[in-house]
T-cell receptor, first 113, second 111 residues
Framework: AQTVTQSQPEMSVQEAETVTLSCTYD???????LFWYKQPPSRQMILVIR??????QNATENRFSVNFQKAAKSFSLKISDSQLGDAAMYFC??????????FGKGTKLSVKP | KAGVTQTPRYLIKTRGQQVTLSCSPI?????VSWYQQTPGQGLQFLFE???????NKGNFPGRFSGRQFSNSRSEMNVSTLELGDSALYLC??????????FGPGTRLTVL
């Protein structure tokens, strides 16, 4: 069965600094997708970034980028120039083709002014 | 486009009752998935519907059921509520095999 592991329950970053959230996953599939979702106190799950496994190029969305290491089954999220609004729970998720999302336990990110 | 909507947003029930939650996907999305979020178990997949057919099902008891209508709106039903069913229930819609877009959730409290 596929699993997703986020080893950092909590992280803290100074405003304007850079932080990296870790995620590893386990799968025997070759065709799959990886995602980072953000859940602020409002509880609304917001898609931050996605990565297709067949793409070697790391995905980037403005201040958010990933480091996708397929062989190592690692998918970390880097947030640059952190802002107060980035404070939230961040969930790493895996989805095989036409499958459901499998989530990690989440990392709570705090941003210090 | 309007986002995923879920109703009601908050619900309080007592043990033994049943409840129905509703989800309207983003226009044009034919896939609707349901997830349960609790502090202890995290986010767990309940089921997915595509074109009115259940395509995937998670590991939940038969008390949890769902359906999808021809306009892609979906409902989930929980019968004989237990205290452990208290959770945030999230609905997500998808245009295909890639990302899922979530609604604001329904907070269910079972007393």
């Amino acid at each position: 069965a596929q699993t997703v592991t986020q080893s950092q329950p909590e992280m803290s970053v100074q405003e304007a600094e850079t932080v990296t959230l870790s995620c590893t996953y386990d799968t025997s599939e070759s065709d799959y997708y990886l995602f980072w979702y953000k859940q602020p106190p409002s509880r609304q799950m917001i898609l931050v970034i996605r990565q297709e496994a067949y793409k070697q190029q790391n995905a980037t969305e403005n201040r958010f980028s990933v480091n996708f290491q397929k062989a190592a089954k690692s998918f970390s999220l880097k947030i640059s120039d952190s802002q107060l609004g980035d404070a939230a729970m961040y969930f790493c998720a895996y989805r095989r083709s036409q499958g459901n999302l499998i989530f990690g336990k989440g990392t709570k990110l705090s941003v210090k002014p | 486009k309007a986002g995923v909507t879920q109703t009601p947003r908050y619900l309080i029930k007592t043990r033994g009752q049943q409840v129905t939650l509703s989800c309207s996907p983003i226009s044009g999305h034919r896939s609707v998935s349901w997830y349960q979020q609790t502090p202890g178990q995290g986010l767990q997949f309940l089921f997915e519907y595509f074109s009115e057919t259940q395509r995937n099902k998670g590991n939940f008891p038969g008390r949890f059921s769902g359906r999808q209508f021809s306009n892609s709106r979906s409902e989930m039903n929980v019968s004989t509520l237990e205290l452990g069913d208290s959770a945030l229930y999230l609905c997500a819609s998808s245009p295909g095999v890639n990302e899922q877009f979530f609604g604001p959730g329904t907070r269910l409290t079972v007393l």
